[in-house]
Nanobody, 120 residues
């Protein structure tokens, strides 16, 4: 089993910054793709950014140039640095991790979600 613990959400004014973290633990052999998704009230969950094990990144058009995804493989942790935040970035942010257990089976797990609210 894998556990994902998210942190770093909160209330921030427009134009401000936040950094989200997602730490994975458990019987993990390796982590492959890692990503961040968000869900605003009344809307479907949407992709924010992903990063491969090799460090290749992909971003939603709405966050390009403002958000940066990164990972620390030694700590099994991914990050989302968010800058120039806008009210429309308000949502619950979820981390997602794809990997392999030490037993050889694969997993695709989600964090519990962390609220990000951008408001003056």
């Amino acid at each position: 089993q894998v556990q994902l613990v998210e942190s770093g959400g909160g209330l921030v004014q427009p134009g401000g910054s936040l950094r989200l973290s997602c730490a994975a633990s458990g019987s993990i052999l390796s982590l492959n793709d890692m990503g961040w998704y968000r869900q605003a009230p009344g809307k479907q969950r949407e992709l924010v950014a992903t990063i491969t094990s090799g460090g290749s990144t992909n971003y939603a058009d709405s966050v390009k140039g403002r958000f940066t995804i990164s990972r620390d493989n030694a700590k099994n942790t991914e990050y989302l640095q968010m800058t120039s935040l806008k009210p429309e970035d308000t949502a619950v942010y979820y981390c997602n991790v794809v990997g392999t257990f030490v037993y050889g089976t694969s997993f695709n797990s989600w964090g519990q979600g962390t609220q990000v609210t951008v408001s003056s």
